[in-house]
């Protein structure tokens, strides 16, 4: 019963929080230019901030694990390929093939990795997970670019991914925490607390949004293609590589922030990939939001699973 209570407490403030942007969009507070202003302001700046907030107040003896760096990495990697072989056989249409493939294998780490990590071990073990994402963004900026270049048939333009990396507020914001930590700068107060106010608005803005961006009407049009993404970003990705990081002896923090990277849903970025690289863009803005409203009951299954057999 403590690990079904605790499993709640971890997931349900996220489902009422997005809640809140639902209702909000459904009394018309929200409109669809007020989203999208208010999606590119959070992840150009408050997002950000948090990521070079947790980075900089990092205890880098103790928050740095480059073995739970390389295994995500790699399981990343092995979980992209493996989709670019599977997916062209389940679907032909050559727009949407790039979309599911980018909708599975990049998760929404970013959102809920530190909310998801503070709920089960305390501020103390953002670290771990703001090291996480500063390895794991760009290389999903480095594979999604990639994938819409080949199943557009295009030449790979190298100088377009490398630029779209190097851009990425996120990259930047990660960079320049390090830099900060590896020099021991020290922030003024006055800037460090404003910087720390700004950190706080990041994730449940993020997940007011996410709410605001729920729609139900299409999915008679893309129901196969749902499912396809739901199940292979919140059930099966997880259901593979969570046993082999348990047998490699990733526990507690470390195993929490692998199974919020393979398991948390699409990242909400992927629509705007989609969008830009001339994809199918309405399935990969549907996909945010089913696998969005679905990780609301799969991360609770997850998280009480591990609970109960002791891993985290």
């Known amino acids: 019963m403590e690990n079904l209570i605790l499993s709640i407490n971890v997931v349900l403030p996220l489902f009422l929080t997005m809640s809140i942007g ?30 070079f907030y947790n980075i900089y107040n990092t ?53 809920f990795g530190i909310p998801v990590t503070i709920a089960l071990f305390g501020e103390s073990s953002t670290g771990v997970a703001s090291m996480l994402i500063a390895v794991i963004v760009p290389l999903f900026n480095i ?3 990639l994938v819409f270049e ?18 990425n507020p996120l990259i930047i ?13 020290i922030l003024p107060v006055p800037i460090e607390k404003t910087v720390s106010d700004i950190s ?33 970003r919140l059930i099966i990705v997880p259901g593979i590589f969570i046993p082999i990081a348990i047998l490699l002896g990733f526990r507690d923090v470390e195993l929490t ?13 992927s629509f705007t990939m989609a969008e830009q690289m001339g994809a199918d863009s309405e399935l990969a803005g549907q996909i945010v939001v089913f696998t969005s409203g679905a990780s609301v009951i799969s991360v609770f299954l997850w998280i009480f699973i591990l609970k109960e057999l002791l891993f985290i």
């Open 59 to 111: 205890d880098l003896e103790t928050m740095f694990n480059p073995k739970l760096m390389i295994f995500t990495t790699i399981s990343v990697i092995i979980i992209f390929t493996s989709l670019c072989f599977i997916i062209p056989l389940i679907e032909r249409d050559i727009q949407k093939q790039p979309v599911l493939i980018q909708a599975i294998f990049r998760s929404n780490f970013v959102i």
């Open 257 to 269: 922030c692998f199974l919020v990277a393979l398991a948390s849903p699409t990242a909400v970025s």
């Open 22 to 51: 639902y209702l909000i969009k459904k009394i018309n507070m929200f409109d669809e230019t007020t989203l999208k202003t208010m999606n590119g302001i959070t992840f150009k700046i408050f997002l950000p901030t948090l990521l």
């Open 143 to 145: 594979l999604s670019v």
């Open 200 to 232: 706080k608005i990041a994730t449940p803005l993020a997940l007011i949004l996410l709410g605001g961006s729920f729609k139900f009407s299409a999915i008679k049009d893309s129901f196969k293609q749902l499912m396809i993404a739901v199940f292979g």
């Open 173 to 185: 914001a990660s960079a320049i925490g390090f830099l900060f930590l590896l020099l021991k700068v």
């Open 150 to 167: 080949i199943f557009r048939g295009s030449k790979i333009n190298f100088k377009n991914i490398i630029k779209g990396v190097i851009s």
